[in-house]
């Protein structure tokens, strides 16, 4: 039977995909009660992804569901880029590193081209290892598990299973919201679930996020802003920036035809 992480995610894609939905129609597709429905479709009004009308639900308004991976990839290539190289330039040689997927993680992986660090690199994302699985002295260890359709990663069980035997020094995360008091957030229940593993197994997390995401929250936490070591952006002025830095993180902004700076300080 799907949890209920899975059943809210679907109900959101089908209001996403036909624009509503009735409480009988969803109750009967999932084989639940309306009032369960009434219930997830509550928590998913809660964050912003659908609104309530009188016996159904029409998509929200607010923070809205997860963009086609290929919208995301077009939005703000130049800023995924720069942090991409600036979080490359982080890495030390030698190290384990799991690289999410995402755009911006995608950006991370080609930056790593021709770097010759002598990586490991685990990853779900299938794009971050075929951008890298010809690089010299690095080895790639694709997870094992379903492929979730259009992000071309890797989620549930056995892929979170697979990464429990691993340690890691670094985790290079890409999320959709970065929030002063909610942390990091993200649409997918079970991609956030793979995130949060890669936490618990890494020594090191540095998230990449466009200025877009900073003082966004999306359904599901992935972990807590103290948990981040470098949060590296596009933007030089925001209070989830402040925030990051009064939680323990360094925080790398990159612009435009300028060097990287480390907490307002040129590095």
């Given at each position: 039977?799907?949890?209920?992480?899975?059943?809210?995610t679907r109900?959101?894609?089908i209001?996403?995909?036909?624009?509503?939905?009735a409480f009988?129609?969803l109750?009967?597709?999932?084989?639940?009660?309306?009032?369960t429905?009434?219930?997830?479709?509550?928590a998913?009004?809660?964050?912003?992804l659908?609104?309530?009308?009188?016996?159904?639900?029409?998509?929200?308004?607010?923070?809205?569901l997860e963009?086609p991976?290929?919208?995301r990839?077009?939005?703000e290539?130049?800023?995924?880029d720069?942090?991409?190289a600036?979080?490359?330039?982080?890495l030390?040689?030698g190290e384990?590193v799991f690289?999410?997927?995402?755009?911006?993680?995608?950006?991370v992986?080609h930056a790593?081209q021709g770097r010759?660090?002598?990586l490991?690199?685990?990853t779900p994302?299938?794009?971050?290892?075929?951008?890298l699985?010809?690089?010299?002295?690095?080895?790639?260890?694709?997870?094992g598990?379903?492929?979730?359709a259009?992000?071309?990663?890797i989620?549930?069980?056995?892929?979170?299973?697979?990464?429990?035997?691993?340690?890691?020094d670094?985790f290079v995360?890409?999320?959709?919201?970065v929030?002063?008091?909610?942390?990091?957030?993200?649409y997918?229940?079970?991609?956030?679930s793979?995130?949060?593993?890669a936490?618990a197994?890494?020594?090191?997390?540095?998230?990449g996020?466009?200025?877009?995401?900073?003082?966004?929250?999306?359904l599901?936490?992935v972990?807590?802003l103290?948990?981040?070591?470098?949060l590296?952006t596009d933007?030089s002025?925001?209070?989830?920036?402040?925030?990051?830095?009064?939680?323990?993180?360094?925080?790398?902004?990159v612009?435009?035809?300028n060097?990287?700076?480390?907490?307002?300080?040129?590095?």
């Amino acid at each position: 039977m799907m949890d209920v992480d899975e059943r809210r995610t679907r109900i959101g894609q089908i209001v996403s995909e036909h624009g509503e939905a009735a409480f009988a129609s969803l109750a009967a597709d999932f084989g639940v009660s309306e009032m369960t429905i009434r219930r997830d479709v509550e928590a998913l009004e809660k964050a912003g992804l659908v609104r309530r009308i009188f016996g159904g639900v029409i998509a929200g308004s607010g923070m809205g569901l997860e963009p086609p991976y290929g919208q995301r990839a077009g939005r703000e290539v130049g800023s995924k880029d720069r942090i991409g190289a600036a979080i490359a330039d982080a890495l030390r040689p030698g190290e384990t590193v799991f690289l999410d997927s995402g755009s911006t993680v995608a950006a991370v992986a080609h930056a790593l081209q021709g770097r010759d660090l002598g990586l490991t690199v685990l990853t779900p994302s299938i794009q971050v290892a075929v951008a890298l699985a010809d690089e010299p002295g690095t080895r790639v260890i694709l997870l094992g598990g379903e492929v979730r359709a259009g992000e071309l990663s890797i989620i549930g069980h056995d892929a979170e299973q697979m990464l429990a035997r691993y340690n890691c020094d670094t985790f290079v995360a890409g999320v959709a919201g970065v929030d002063p008091v909610k942390g990091l957030t993200e649409y997918h229940p079970q991609e956030a679930s793979i995130k949060r593993a890669a936490v618990a197994r890494s020594a090191r997390v540095i998230v990449g996020a466009d200025s877009t995401k900073l003082g966004q929250v999306f359904l599901v936490t992935v972990a807590a802003l103290d948990q981040v070591a470098m949060l590296v952006t596009d933007s030089s002025d925001h209070p989830t920036l402040a925030a990051a830095r009064e939680a323990g993180a360094s925080v790398i902004t990159v612009s435009d035809g300028n060097p990287p700076y480390l907490n307002g300080n040129e590095q």
